[in-house]
């Protein structure tokens, strides 16, 4: 026995396509080409060739004009009135968030100390943290963030009647990632490389000390990059490649922790709030100590630059993806459970 | 609850043809000659049917049915009114003062 025209078609959208895709575009326009292929049954193979060529077409062609229509139609569901879950989620995150993020930065804050040690004025002592807050921000408002929707989450369904469908949560966390990501990306290359140079020249007071990699911006970086290999420096050229591409991936990495989190909060258990941010923080420390041994490998030239940082980034990303479309499924077998 | 009607000329030629009759989205494309494409008619067909123009169900599988069920689609009242209103406005539009 044969299969029937677009089955296989068929299976392979079940599992990429949302199911409002499937059910609205994938599901009539493959019973159409089943039909029209079946009423083709006398007519000759050239003809039904024709007919299947058409209906793959019509499949692709709809499921083209059907993608870009999707981003806008999530966020007007999310974000479209007071209520939406987006707004609410992100209400509710906030000042989880805030507290969270004030939890991470102590530590942070506490490691320079050393500071006031060597810096008696405290007007200079206040400056000079203000210049490392921005690479402290970097490191605490993904991890901050995240926790934060994760208890948001746990929250709303406490309180609310009826349980949302964890799909309905993770677009707004993902959309919210995305402004996170934009946001750590002009930290990265704008404020970051200022920020640094300032301390560099309020502490060693000449105004004008030469940039390291670390005080460029990506167009300053791929500069002294293309510079270093002019010369024969593969090692300069390694560190500056490095910093370039840390500048970007570091930002792409910050969209996977809000569905992440999301992810984590939605399975019932006990102590789900605790088992939520030591789990979100675990899945950080991993992130954070794979993206550092890639780092040092790349600038000590064992490694790529853009292996060095992409890969962790890549890896972490494609798990929250699959994690974030297996979600339904996890959420059951743990209601069950 | 404020709601505004807004129809396009494809969502206004999909209710004409479905005025009085039940089709599926090939047949709405084989009557349109040529106006609506099979690859986007489906994506016309699940907006009006969220704006609430047209309603969907499966077809009945019959003995000796071939594949997947086909969806039928049939105007609602709203999308029955829409096309009205924009048949007296396009007529409005179209009136010229006798001499």
Known sequence: MTALPGAFALALCRRLCSGRAFDEIVTPIIADLQHEHGNAAARSSWARRWILLRGYAALLRALGVYAPLTPARHVRECWAGSEAPGWQLLRCATPRAAAALAIVLLPLVWSQRYLAQRVQDPGALLLLMLYLMPGFLIVAVPIALAIGLALAVIRLDRTEAQTRPTQSRVAPATAVSIVMAVAMFVLMNDVIPRANQAFREYVGRPRDIPKGSREMTMSELGRSAREARARGDRHAAFKFDTEWHKKLAIPAACIAWGPLAVVIASRRRRLRGVVSAVGLLSAYAVYFLAVRLADQAAVAGRLWPAWGWWIPVAVLLVATAAAASSTESLRAASDRG | ?99
Do not use: C, F, Q
């Not at chain 2, 209710?15 to 000659?33: D, H, I, M, P, Q």
């Not at chain 2, 000796?64 to 007296?88: E, H, N, V």
């Open chain 2, 1 to 99: 609850m404020n709601t505004k009607l807004s129809l396009s000329s494809k969502e206004a030629l999909i209710l004409e043809l479905l005025r009085g009759r039940e089709r599926y989205g090939l047949e709405l494309v084989a009557a349109s000659k040529g106006h609506l494409k099979r690859g986007t008619v489906y994506v016309t067909l699940g907006r009006m049917e969220e704006k609430g123009y047209v309603e969907s169900r499966l077809e009945e599988s019959h003995r000796g049915a071939i594949g997947l069920p086909r969806r039928l689609y049939r105007p609602t009242g709203l999308g029955l009114r829409a096309l009205d209103l924009l048949a007296i406005a396009r007529e409005m539009l179209t009136w010229e003062p006798s001499r």
